[in-house]
């Protein structure tokens, strides 16, 4: 292995540790406490060695959301996947969804909430978030209905889903009816 290959081996450890420190530093106290300042006393390496890999915060949440869309979009399909016919694959697509927002809190805002500098529904959107939307898009076009858009139908199931997600964490909707709710989704959007 060459001195440059190792060298990019080790850049690309650093910011994968950058990046789960971050996380983990995000799901214990919220974003707030994630700073260049806390991340470097964690990974022990310098501001500066933080700065070579990102630019600010900004940048490690934008990097974070993009892992995020990436994990969200592999566990919408392996549900979806694993079930049979439509209303299967949409309750279990809508089911993986939320269940990820919830085990991923921080993750999700994110993707969602925070402001990482990243376009979506533009020519720019990076492939990652593309691929979250088209890992909705792949259930959910059998069932928008004749005349609907299938772009459009996955973009007001998706925001109904988020809706769920944000409402529910926030204790604004009692957590036992979260079956009930998909359930009520899926019977009244879904054209099964």
Do not use: C
Not at 34 to 55: D, G, K, M, N, W
Not at 62 to 78: F, P
Not at 100 to 115: H, I, K
């Amino acid at each position: 292995m060459s001195v440059q290959e190792r060298k990019e081996r080790e850049r690309a450890n650093r910011e994968r540790l950058i990046l789960a420190t971050a996380r983990e530093l995000a799901e214990q106290q919220g974003w707030d406490a994630v700073t260049t300042r806390q991340l470097a006393e964690r990974i022990e390496y310098s501001q500066p060695v933080l700065y070579s890999h990102f630019r600010g915060k900004r940048e490690i949440i934008g990097a974070v959301a993009l892992e995020g869309a990436a994990e969200m979009a592999a566990a919408v399909r392996a549900a979806a996947s694993a079930a049979a016919g439509p209303r299967a694959r949409v309750t279990a697509l809508a089911r993986a969804y939320l269940d990820f927002a919830a085990r991923n809190p921080a993750v999700y805002d994110a993707m969602f909430q925070l402001d990482g500098g990243l376009a979506f529904a533009k020519e720019d959107t990076p492939e990652p978030l593309k691929d979250g939307f088209a890992a909705l898009l792949e259930s959910l076009a059998e069932v928008a209905g004749d005349g609907v858009h299938p772009g459009l139908f996955t973009e007001v199931f998706w925001a109904a889903l988020h809706g769920l997600a944000t409402l529910t964490r926030a204790g604004r909707l009692p957590p036992e009816d979260t079956e009930r709710r998909t359930e009520l989704l899926v019977d009244r959007l879904a054209i099964l």
